[in-house]
């Protein structure tokens, strides 16, 4: 498992938008694993796809998501829309990241808490929505060119041609926001068609927050809109670091600051167990 804080972005929508006139979105995203796109091969063809369908897997005929009750025939079909196998639809439905004595439940409500403390009554959670997204909320919702590639048949699983198995909670981004809320954590299982090595997996778990700012936040400060959202989300994420990081130790070594993973004695350890070298920033 790997936790990465480096994918931080802040967005600006001054006019309108599905902010709905609010200037300042800050957000920022924490992946429990790593993922990279594939592209085709000529054995990754939709022959090859409806062969796996067809594997004697252990496979439940239904399961309940984020509240839905949704049967194995609604999204393993035998369709040329369709390239979801068995193998990832037995994966539906586990919610390991809302089991408390799993890692991911424990890095979850680690997180959690950081938020409870430092932005106390605040931030709304979902950990329960539903991973089938429709097309428009996977990428058009959240800017995805038409012409990207992470909309590809060997990229995405999709039900249908309308419909796919989120590839990040960002899918959930613009509905959250519709409804009013402001401050907002989104955990989920996240799904995308990569070969399996020994750090990719075609399963693997996000999550991401939200606070939209207003001009009453900023204004006193001496900081433009842009300015202050870039400094807000900072020491939000510095906090997070320090939180979840504060003291590591490994082989009899003890550190107290995240910086210090890049110590030499941490780097040779990292070496040594043949570990992959992650950095927080």
């Not at 979801?84 to 539906?92: D, E, G």
């Not at 089991?99 to 959690?112: C, E, M, S, V």
């Not at 670091?241 to 890049?262: E, F, K, N």
Request: hydrophobic share 35%.
């Amino acid at each position: 498992m790997a936790l990465s804080l480096a994918q931080s972005t802040f967005f600006i929508r001054r006019n309108g938008g599905f902010l709905k006139g609010c200037k300042v979105l800050a957000y920022f995203s924490t992946s429990f694993a790593s993922s990279h796109h594939v592209g085709a091969t000529p054995a990754d063809n939709r022959a090859a796809f409806h062969r796996d369908k067809r594997r004697r897997v252990p496979v439940a005929s239904a399961l309940e998501l984020g509240g839905l009750n949704i049967s194995r025939d609604e999204i393993v079909r035998d369709d040329p829309t369709n390239n979801i196998p068995n193998t990832i639809f037995s994966k539906l439905g586990m919610h390991l990241h809302r089991r408390d004595q799993h890692p991911l439940g424990i890095l979850k409500n680690a997180i959690y808490d950081y938020f409870d403390t430092n932005y106390p009554n605040k931030f709304v959670k979902f950990d329960d929505l539903c991973p089938i997204v429709s097309v428009k909320q996977n990428f058009d919702d959240v800017l995805v060119p038409a012409d990207h590639i992470s909309r590809s048949y060997n990229d995405t699983y999709y039900v249908d041609s309308e419909t796919v198995l989120r590839c990040h909670t960002s899918a959930h981004q613009a509905d959250i926001l519709s409804k009013g809320h402001t401050h907002f954590l989104v955990t989920g299982d996240v799904y995308r068609r990569d070969s399996i090595d020994s750090t990719h997996y075609p399963v693997f778990h996000q999550m991401e927050g939200v606070r939209v700012l207003s001009a009453k936040d900023w204004e006193g400060s001496g900081l433009n809109a842009t300015s202050y959202a870039a400094a807000d989300l900072k020491i939000c994420l510095e906090g997070l670091a320090r939180h979840l990081l504060a003291v590591w130790t490994c082989d009899g070594l003890t550190h107290t600051s995240p910086l210090l993973i890049h110590h030499l004695n941490w780097r040779y350890i990292f070496r040594r167990s043949g570990w992959k070298f992650w950095a927080v920033g």
